[in-house]
Nanobody, 125 residues
Framework: QVQLVESGGGSVQAGGSLRLSCAAS????????MGWFCQAPGKECEFVAA????????YYADSVTGRFTISRDTAKNTVYLQMNSLKPEDTAVYYC??????????????????WGQGTQVTVSS
């Protein structure tokens, strides 16, 4: 089992920044990659970004490329999502997820085994 705890959400104005953190505990050695997903009211959970745990390869949704940066600190078992130039449409609950195997894609939520409880990000215009 891997436990994930997100933090860092909040309310900001458009153009502002937030940094989300996700601390992993438990059987973290089994982690292949970590991802961030978001779910806005009335919408499905969407892929935001992912990073492979060993090599640090990163993947982004087109909507956040150039604005968001995913990173990880393997010593602290923590993954981060730096969110810059935030827009009102970024408003959502953001979830951290852990993937234990390579499946050829990082954007499919169903391929992630462990999930955090989510943290709210609200961007006002």
């Amino acid at each position: 089992q891997v436990q994930l705890v997100e933090s860092g959400g909040g309310s900001v104005q458009a153009g502002g920044s937030l940094r989300l953190s996700c601390a992993a505990s438990g059987r973290t050695f089994s982690t292949h990659a970590m991802g961030w997903f978001c779910q806005a009211p009335g919408k499905e959970c969407e892929f935001v970004a992912a990073i492979t745990w060993s090599a640090g390869n990163t993947y982004y949704a087109d909507s956040v490329t150039g604005r968001f940066t995913i990173s990880r600190d393997t010593a602290k078992n923590t993954v981060y999502l730096q969110m810059n130039s935030l827009k009102p449409e970024d408003t959502a609950v953001y979830y951290c997820a852990a993937k234990t195997y390579y499946s050829g894609t990082y954007v499919y939520a169903g391929s992630y085994t462990y999930w955090g409880q989510g943290t709210q990000v609200t961007v006002s215009s």
